[in-house]
């Protein structure tokens, strides 16, 4: 990936993070966007003494359509030479009844993991379209299989295969290579975001069954990445040995 430029929202914790440190650590330079600036200068620093790559860290909610258009628009030129787009951002708010659901979680996971997905992409596949480039979205296994109480969340990772499916007819003559990735439980802090900061609870998801790590994903992310020019790995499903679908899970 050396002198490859990789744009990664949602880069200040788990997956998105992940995929930062697999990528720098293989030579790529970075634009690593986040909402939370603290933790993301900190870890641009980080990468930048640990890997000696170059790296960009924009702070930036991916909700906000005009923060999106200005900050890709404003990029220096260099930096506008995106390779890949890993569309890592994303959360899950609330494990309720659809009747019976909050729908501010309802709108933010739309906004953040639908809507915020397609303004980037809208703003970054036309940089690549006179040279080549690849999308990586991370998708789940929700979006392939509802579970109870997650119908909005799975919804969204449903709309993110369909943009991801769709994403790669539209670009069936350029050199743009899509892919949607689509892990099961990874122990991030997925869990304690969707419990509003309970972390008893968000500790309960994960008892009795071994979770994926979020570097378990950057590694997949990376592979596909890593593939010959005529290779595009269209999706990946992966999940613990102890989970078939996002609902069932055996426990110990
Ligand atoms: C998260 C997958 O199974 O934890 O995208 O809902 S699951």
Redesign the pocket.
């Known amino acids: 990936m050396k002198n490859k430029i990789v744009f990664i929202s949602g880069a200040s914790g788990g997956i998105g993070k992940a995929c930062a440190e697999y990528f720098a650590k293989d030579g790529a330079n970075l634009i690593i966007c986040s909402r939370n600036m603290e933790k993301l200068n900190d870890f641009r620093d980080f990468l930048i003494n640990s890997y000696g790559v170059n790296v960009l860290a924009i702070e930036l909610d991916v909700k906000n359509r005009e923060k999106v258009v200005e900050t890709i628009e404003n990029l220096d030129e260099n930096w506008k030479n995106i390779d890949i787009l890993i569309n890592n951002a994303?959360l899950?708010k609330g494990l309720e009844k659809l009747y019976e659901g909050n729908l501010d979680d309802f709108e933010d996971m739309i906004d953040t993991n639908i809507k915020g997905l397609l303004y980037l992409t809208r703003q970054i596949v036309p940089l690549m379209v006179e040279r080549k480039g690849h999308v990586i979205n991370i998708?789940?296994?929700?979006?392939i299989i509802a579970?109870p109480n997650?119908t909005v969340?799975?919804a969204t990772?449903a709309a993110v295969k369909f943009i991801s499916d769709g994403l790669r007819m539209d670009l069936i003559d350029k050199e743009i290579k899509v892919t949607n990735i689509?892990?099961?439980?990874?122990e991030t802090d997925?869990?304690v975001v969707r419990f509003k900061g309970d972390k008893n609870k968000a500790d309960g998801?994960y008892k009795g069954i071994e979770?994926l790590r979020a570097e378990d994903i950057a590694d997949i992310v990376l592979y596909t990445a890593k593939q010959p020019k005529h290779v595009q790995i269209c999706e990946v499903t992966v999940?613990p040995v102890h989970?078939a679908?996002?609902?069932y899970?055996f426990k110990n």
Do not use: D, E, L, R
């Open positions: 994303g899950a998708g789940s296994t929700a979006g579970y997650g969340y799975c990772k689509q892990p099961g439980m990874v997925f869990s998801v979770p999940t989970q679908t996002g609902g899970v």
